[in-house]
């Protein structure tokens, strides 16, 4: 059976930089919102070591530490936070309806959505394998490079982040060889050229994973094939990475928001509003571009200013705590 309809002023899905900080804003604008951590409580900066780059941590924090930090401010403003999993929305009314773990109903006057995105897999058995095995495969150089100084590692992806990424793991690692499967980058040019002139990055072209190799527990090299001769060959490397982009976590929103071809949900530029009145995006979800904590976290802030303006302008008993703008 399922439960009572629950009404709300404001409502947060996900809990990354974005979400918390839009609670934050909310908290303290006398929306009490609440929100729903997802899949991934802390979002993607739990998976990471160390955040170097967010200003106001002169000597780094862990990923983690940062967000149990951000959940504690939101708490701190009575931002009820709870575990739970959107799993379907209706935007199409006046009242927006969401659903949480398919069985609780809520209606809200305000959605900010923060679900961020996720890193894109390429999908083999065995990438899958050590990946779960935490045995070898990672999404993220950042995060898991420091554990293979001195190796040799594969990389695939001919992006920007795999560049990136590349270019990270050379100052790492003995020796990096990156896969694309063109004949050519789709990065940047400069990016492009950085990893192209790196002596310890070698760049195989046309070249495609077969499979990733490991003794059952780690990975001990990675099977390629060149997709033009068809020949394999084998590469040894202890460390997989996967750079081949990221995907927007916004399926449940397809038909009632905007997106773009990838995914990501369209806001009205300058502002976090969506298409539909109300709901409010902020952070990796409509942002394929800067997809920083930082950025989302600026846009969380956004999202929650907007709801609140939005609110004021719909209910006039509702007061404007911040008084922020106008
Ligand atoms: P992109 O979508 O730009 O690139 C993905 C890459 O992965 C492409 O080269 C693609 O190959 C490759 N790829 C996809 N699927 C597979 C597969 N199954 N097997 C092998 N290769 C595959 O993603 P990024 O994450 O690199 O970048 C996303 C956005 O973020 C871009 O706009 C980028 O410019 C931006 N960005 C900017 C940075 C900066 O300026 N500092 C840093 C990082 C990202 P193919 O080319 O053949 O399609």
Known sequence: MSEKIEKLKCLIIGSGPAGYTAAIYAARANMNPVLYQGEQPGGQLTTTNEVENF?????????????????????????????????????????????????????????????????????????????????????????????????????????????EEAHYLSKLCKKVTMLVRRDEFRASKIMAARVQKTENIEILYNTETDEVLGDGQVVTGVRVFNNITNKKFEIP???????????????????????????????????????????????????????QAVTAAGTGCMAALDAERYLAAKDADFEVATSTYN
């Open 55 to 163: 200003p106001g941590y002169p000597d780094g924090v862990t990923g983690p530490e940062m967000m149990i930090e951000l959940q504690k401010q939101a708490e701190r403003f009575d931002t009820d936070v709870r575990n739970g999993w959107v799993t379907r929305v209706d935007f199409s009314g006046d009242v927006h309806k969401v659903w949480v773990n398919e069985t609780k109903e809520i209606h809200c006057d305000t959605v900010i959505i923060s679900t961020g995105a996720s890193a894109m897999y390429l999908g083999l058995d065995s990438e899958q394998k050590y990946l779960k095995l935490g045995g070898g495969v990672s999404a993220c150089a950042v995060c898991d490079g420091f554990f293979y100084r001195n190796q040799e590692v594969v990389i695939v992806g001919a992006g920007d982040s795999a560049c």
């Open 237 to 291: 490397a202890t460390g997989f990475f996967v750079a081949i982009g990221h995907k927007p976590n916004t399926d449940i929103f397809k038909g009632f928001l905007d997106l773009d071809e990838t995914g990501y949900i369209k806001n009205v530029p300058g502002t976090s509003k969506t298409n539909v009145e109300g709901v409010f995006v902020s952070g990796d979800a409509a942002d394929h571009v800067y997809r």
